[in-house]
């Protein structure tokens, strides 16, 4: 009889890898089940929008994800369980005692998207977890001293000036609206590249001739794009894209160009010191703050993390503080009425001595409660998340497994009609003493709270206060009604179509 073709000699390897991959298949698709009924298990307790099997609460979400969370968080109070595809899901919560549980632990924060920024950024605070971190924040805290602060403020006068004199420059040659976030964006920079290694690149002016202005305008725009691709948050395959390949150059570029100047100034501080001539410099920057935590503590922190911190203290400032500012004028574009009164409390403060202004910054009642009104209303940062390493118990006695990924939605806490009665309508006087009173400590959160709270917080209500100020006393925001911006709650919450304002000289 013949042999059947499974008995020949060279079928039998064929046969064989086949079975064995079928056996792989198998035993990840019972992986899969099996970790999709966990997570279903684990969140029971948390009624859910109605899903799709394949494609979660993508669907759902996809189109105005920001209008959907209002009506989501109306249905369902507290949480939601929000499924990405079958078999991954988080739990969403927007409820202040959610908040405050989740923030007074230490549990690390989520692998994305802060995962995306360490080869480039390397290993700073906003990425780092455990004692390591805690050792940064301890060191790095005296950094953000008001002391330090103060003449930061200078800096931050000089730069807004720049942006000003752009836009009357602008305005003699076109009378059209202004992307304000641009622009915005590029001052921000200006600023904390000042403040972090003394480095005047003019990029306000010339943003495409220096290399670590051009990098890190790149590296956004990829980890923007990052967030967004599905298949982008599989290293594998972003490694192989040519984004992946453009995005390792840059980290290349931005290593470079950190490790030269912290090699720089350390030389330079060295001949000063053997020259017996420490000059005093003009003011004291991120980076000799971090030098001089190196010099006491040489053996917990490294060049590696020097070079990592005095990253992320540019990274973490400067999308947040320009979004801070871009969304502040919007609100202000759009309540006219405000706009007012926050430019005669500034004139009344400031007269024409703009330069005054540090000796101003807590005499500015109705210009910081609109500060915070748009930080409620668009907060910078829409949420943030945490993968728990021990179970969660929520006040409500609800519980949630170790292993959970968490997501505090600011956007959604901010907009809880539960907590904020017509949470949509932008009214500054919420935040007056009387009104505040009451309010849970936990229901206005833009820079976060708890230990891993925003450590730049002062620098940025700093540079908000000043950039109002200043923009005020020379320009009227009024909206541009055939472009109202869309919105896209990334990490840092900014616009699809960019922030357009119309922008008048005051005379
Ligand atoms: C309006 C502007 C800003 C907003 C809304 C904002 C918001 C936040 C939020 C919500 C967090 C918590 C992140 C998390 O838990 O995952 C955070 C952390 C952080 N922010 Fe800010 N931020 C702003 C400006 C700044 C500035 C100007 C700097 C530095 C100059 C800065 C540096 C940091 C750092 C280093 C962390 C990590 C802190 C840690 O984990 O110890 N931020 N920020």
């Known amino acids: 009889m013949e042999p059947s073709w499974l008995e020949t000699r060279w079928a039998r390897p064929f046969y064989l890898a086949f079975v064995f991959c079928l056996a792989l298949v198998l035993l990840q698709a019972?992986?899969?089940?099996?970790?999709r009924q966990r997570l279903l298990r684990d969140l029971r307790c948390f009624p859910a929008p109605p899903t799709h099997w394949l494609y979660g609460h993508h669907k759902l979400l996809q189109d105005d994800e920001i209008e959907k969370l209002s009506e989501i968080i109306e249905k369902y109070?507290?949480?939601?369980?929000r499924w990405v595809g079958p078999f991954q899901a988080f739990l969403y919560i927007y409820d202040p005692d959610y908040a405050k549980i989740l923030l007074s632990r230490t549990d690390p924060k989520s692998q994305f998207p802060n995962q995306f920024l360490s080869p480039c950024i390397g290993q700073g605070l906003l990425n780092l977890d455990g004692p390591k971190w805690f050792q940064h924040r301890h060191l790095l805290t005296p950094g953000f001293h008001l002391n330090i602060l103060k003449p930061y403020a200078e800096v931050m006068v000089h730069s807004v000036s720049t942006l000003l004199d752009k836009w009357e420059a602008m305005l003699i040659t076109q009378h059209t609206t202004v992307e304000v976030f641009e622009h915005i964006n590029l001052m921000t920079l200006d600023v904390l590249l000042k403040c972090a290694f003394t480095q005047d690149t003019n990029c306000q002016i010339n943003s495409s001739t220096d290399p670590y202005v051009k990098a890190l305008f790149e590296f956004n725009k990829i980890i923007f794009h990052r967030t967004q691709s599905f298949l982008g948050h599989h290293d594998i395959i972003f490694n192989l894209s040519s984004e992946g390949q453009c995005f390792q150059e840059l980290s290349q570029v931005?290593?470079?160009?950190t490790?030269?100047?912290?090699?720089?100034?350390?030389?330079s501080l060295q001949d000063e010191r053997k020259r017996d001539n420490t000059q005093e410099r003009k003011y004291q920057d991120f980076l000799d703050v971090v030098l001089s935590a190196q010099a006491?503590?040489?053996?917990?922190?490294?060049?590696t993390d020097l070079s990592a911190e005095v990253n992320t203290f540019?990274?973490?400032?400067?999308?947040?503080?320009?979004a801070g500012i871009s969304w502040l004028l919007y609100c202000l574009a759009l309540n006219p009425e405000h706009q007012q009164r926050c430019r005669e409390e500034i004139r009344g403060l400031l007269g024409d001595k703009p330069s005054t202004i540090w000796d101003h910054l807590e005499e500015m009642p109705y210009t910081t409660m609109c500060i915070q009104e748009a930080l409620r209303l668009l907060p910078p940062v829409p949420s943030i998340s945490r993968e728990l390493n021990k179970p969660l118990t929520f006040p409500d006695g609800r519980v949630l497994p170790a292993?959970?990924?968490v997501i505090l939605s600011i956007w959604g806490l901010h907009h809880n009609p539960a907590i904020w009665e017509n949470p949509k309508v932008f009214n500054p006087l919420r935040f007056s003493p009387e009104n505040s009173d009451q309010r849970h400590p936990y229901a206005f959160l833009p820079f976060s709270a708890g230990p891993r709270n925003c450590i730049g917080?002062?620098?940025?209500?700093?540079?908000l206060k000043v950039s109002m100020a200043l923009i005020l006393l020379r320009f009227e925001v009024t909206p541009d009604p055939t472009r109202p911006p869309i919105l896209s709650p990334q990490i840092v919450l900014r616009s699809k179509n960019g922030i357009h304002l119309f922008v008048k000289k005051i005379p």
Not at 296 to 303: A, K, L, N, Q, R
Not at 314 to 319: E, K, N, T
Not at 457 to 463: G, H, P, T
């Open 30 to 35: 019972i992986k899969l089940h099996l970790r």
């Open 77 to 81: 109070p507290c949480a939601f369980p």
């Open 254 to 257: 931005l290593h470079h160009y």
């Open 259 to 267: 490790e030269k100047i912290i090699q720089d100034r350390k030389k």
């Open 296 to 303: 006491e503590h040489g053996d917990i922190f490294s060049d």
């Open 314 to 322: 540019v990274v973490a400032g400067q999308d947040t503080t320009a």
């Open 403 to 405: 292993g959970m990924n």
């Open 457 to 463: 917080q002062k620098f940025a209500m700093i540079q």
